[in-house]
């Protein structure tokens, strides 16, 4: 018997790390034709199933659910919903983050379960594991973004101006701003390879790579990382789950990072 870890697709947990920590995945919708594509968050009734499965697989130990940011997704409401009955043997996170941040919280969890930790201890370490994390993407364009409405009227008012430039987004208390703009791929890349040294302060971090369609782009940054790095760090490249790619737009490339104790201690 052993806590079980369920999170989205939008976590873009690649399938080898998926089966060797049995996480469970319930994939998002999307939904489109003739070019043109939306998706859609998990309703009630599809997340109480999925739990319920777990909570029988585990054995009732509990079910730690880890799912996109509530300002991005009605999911996160209806994983509350459906929680709600089970008698606090599923503990839904308020991850304020999407993709690969909310994936390494699934993997701490999900180790730690292996690990025989407890419902409080594993819903302890995701949310540490978040606390330490941070997200930024960078983009051709904000166009899809903009006709999803998932970047703030602020920064959907500056898209316009943004127009000859790649901007660099940042996932901040679960909402898509801008973090910067800059005239080449090259300069953003720099610019996300120094902040991530930066926040880093000399201790390990764990990046991980998401691209929408763009291998080339995200084994050039794997190298800018790898050459400066702290010792003990270590970089995942693994494409961007689709429910993602629909509103990044071809090309995007997604940096997560988790750094070390210290981080958390900067910011507290």
């Known amino acids: 018997m052993t806590v079980r870890v369920v999170t989205d697709s939008s976590a873009g947990l690649p399938q080898s790390i998926v089966d060797e920590l049995d996480i469970v995945v319930v994939d998002l919708h999307v939904m489109g034709e003739n070019g043109e594509f939306s998706t859609s968050g998990l309703s009630a009734l599809e997340l109480a199933a999925a739990y319920a499965r777990q909570l029988e697989r585990g054995g009732d130990d509990g079910v730690v659910a880890l799912h996109l940011s509530k300002d991005l997704s009605a999911t996160w409401s209806a994983a509350v919903s459906a ?31 292996q690990n025989g930790a407890d419902l409080d201890e594993c819903q302890r370490v995701a949310e540490e594991t978040l606390q330490r994390s941070e997200t930024w993407v960078y983009l051709h364009h904000l166009d899809e973004l903009r006709k999803s409405g998932r970047i703030s009227a602020t920064t959907a008012m500056l898209s316009a101006a943004l127009l000859a430039t790649k901007p660099l987004m940042h996932v901040r208390d679960g909402k898509i701003e801008l973090a910067g703009k800059t005239r080449t791929q090259t300069k953003a890349f720099t610019k996300l390879v120094e902040l991530v040294v930066e926040k880093a302060g000399g201790e390990p971090v764990f990046v991980a790579i998401q691209h929408a369609n763009a291998l080339e782009s995200a084994d050039v940054l794997e190298r800018a990382f790898n050459e400066v790095l702290p010792e003990g760090s270590s970089v995942l490249v693994c494409e961007l789950t689709d429910v993602l790619s629909v509103h990044s737009g071809e090309g995007a490339v997604g940096i997560s990072a988790v750094f070390s104790d210290s981080f958390v201690d900067s910011i507290d």
């Open 83 to 113: 929680a709600a009955v089970f008698d606090d043997t599923v503990r839904v996170i308020d991850t304020q983050s999407v993709g690969m941040a909310v994936g390494a919280a699934a993997m701490a969890a999900a180790k730690s379960a």
